[in-house]
């Protein structure tokens, strides 16, 4: 099993310190993982694509369930209102 660690956080030059997700496919399907569980699941076979979450506030980890964090706050007119459907 090949090894590699999966970045919670950007760290390329003029792009730091954002929040990342990973989109793996493999022969299971695609999944949507956060870093830990991207690092965990890796086993050199899957095709990984990473991305920055900027503002979806409704992303979450298909394995841990975690919320993906968002780079940006949340607005304060959320569409996601159901405390008051
Ligand atoms: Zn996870």
């Known amino acids: 099993m090949e090894q590699r660690t ?11 310190g954002y929040p990342l997700y990973y ?8 999944q949507l993982m956060c870093s830990d569980c991207c690092t965990e699941e890796y086993t050199g076979e899957e095709t990984i694509k990473v991305d920055a ?3 979806d506030h409704q992303l979450h980890c298909h394995v841990c369930s975690d919320k993906i964090e968002a780079a940006y706050e949340e607005d ?3 569409e996601e209102d159901s405390e008051y459907a």
Request: net charge negative; hydrophobic share 25%.
């Open 6 to 16: 999966f970045q919670k956080y950007s760290n390329d030059f003029n792009f730091v």
């Open 23 to 30: 989109v793996v496919e493999s022969s299971y399907g695609t």
């Open 53 to 55: 979450n900027y503002d």
């Open 76 to 78: 304060d007119e959320s």
